[in-house]
T-cell receptor, first 112, second 114 residues
Framework: ELKVEQNPLFLSMQEGKNYTIYCNYS?????LYWYRQDPGKSLESLFV?????AVKQEGRLMASLDTKARLSTLHITAAVHDLSATYFCAVDSTSGTYKYIFGTGTRLKVLA | NAGVTQTPKFQVLKTGQSMTLQCAQD?????MYWYRQDPGMGLRLIYYSASEGTTDKGEVPNGYNVSRLNKREFSLRLESAAPSQTSVYFC?????????????FGAGTRLSVL
């Protein structure tokens, strides 16, 4: 069964600091996604990672994928208040029964 | 630039009542999805439709039915609402399995079942 786990679940950090969010998944996946959700809002796509070693960066966020370890990371560099949101990773797999599974999310709060 | 449109935005039901959540997308996407979001549990897939004319169960399908009315529309029906179905429901669409399959989400429906 495909399971996706994120840690930490909650993260409070000071502006200017760096931190990493981890996403582990349990079985072979075709694609790994990162989404952002602002409070009371919908989800927006940040990155899609398609292969082992893939790295995507936009602004202060960088995502990477290690398919052998079944691990993706979302690294935050020099955090700013505008990055405060909940971040979800998700995986999908066409092996067997198709699944698109989200992690439980990491709620990030950046303190000024 | 409508994207994915969900109606209604808010709904309060009594236990045992039925209702249908509507979802429409204007991006010519092949695949559509229904999720529920509960505190501390992320998003859980209820049903999905990989392409027009097909629907399949997700993680938590019990108590729900869906209809892929055409390529644009995918509805979710609660036949007899229960308090455990109090949640925020999101509809999403994507180009499909053969593509990057990035999902685009609607604004959500906040449902309370009393």
């Amino acid at each position: 069964e495909l399971k996706v786990e994120q840690n930490p679940l909650f993260l409070s950090m000071q502006e200017g600091k760096n931190y990493t969010i981890y996403c582990n998944y349990s079985t072979t996946s075709d694609r790994l996604y990162w989404y952002r959700q602002d409070p009371g809002k919908s989800l927006e796509s940040l990155f899609v990672l398609l292969s082992n070693g893939a790295v995507k960066q936009e602004g202060r966020l960088m995502a990477s994928l290690d398919t052998k370890a079944r691990l993706s990371t979302l690294h935050i560099t020099a955090a700013v208040h505008d990055l405060s949101a909940t971040y979800f990773c998700a995986v999908d797999s066409t092996s067997g029964t198709y699944k698109y599974i989200f992690g439980t999310g990491t709620r990030l709060k950046v303190l000024a | 630039n409508a994207g994915v449109t969900q109606t209604p935005k808010f709904q309060v039901l009594k236990t045992g009542q039925s209702m249908t959540l509507q979802c429409a997308q204007d991006m010519n996407h092949n695949s559509m999805y229904w999720y529920r979001q509960d505190p501390g549990m992320g998003l859980r897939l209820i049903y999905y439709s990989a392409s027009e004319g097909t629907t399949d169960k997700g993680e938590v399908p019990n108590g729900y039915n869906v209809s892929r009315l055409n390529k644009r529309e995918f509805s979710l029906r609660l036949e007899s609402a229960a308090p455990s179905q109090t949640s925020v429901y999101f509809c999403a669409s994507s180009r499909g399995l053969a593509d990057k399959n990035i999902q685009y989400f609607g604004a959500g429906t906040r449902l309370s079942v009393l």
